[in-house]
């Protein structure tokens, strides 16, 4: 597995909106981990997921076990995959 830092990004705006439509284009391009998700600047993913899912977005988790950078395994880390989109306002992210 690659190092999370790897997807670290430098925004301007990080704002929960932000977040969420950080968390959203992650996850449409493929799914991805809790440590991933916080190395692209989400502070606490698993409640900007739960926002997206309260606007309609079906996002399956699932826990895994994964080796950080430093080589220490993690048990049960969340694992996030976008299953579906809502059928209306499908581009727009909730609290944008």
Do not use: W
């Not at 968390?23 to 606490?44: C, E, F, K, Q, W």
């Not at 698993?46 to 220490?72: N, P, W």
């Not at 996030?80 to 581009?91: G, H, M, R, V, W």
């Amino acid at each position: 597995m690659t190092s999370p830092t790897r997807e670290r990004t430098k925004r301007s705006d990080n704002s929960l909106a932000a977040q969420r439509a950080t968390v959203l284009s992650m996850l449409r391009n493929a799914p991805r981990d809790t440590y991933r998700l916080r190395a692209a600047g989400i502070s606490h993913p698993a409640a900007r997921v739960r926002e997206l899912i309260a606007h309609g977005y079906r996002i399956e988790s699932s826990r895994i076990t994964i080796a950080d950078e430093f080589g220490f395994l993690h048990r049960g880390v969340a694992y996030y995959a976008l299953a579906s989109e809502p059928t209306t306002n499908s581009n727009v992210p909730y609290g944008c």
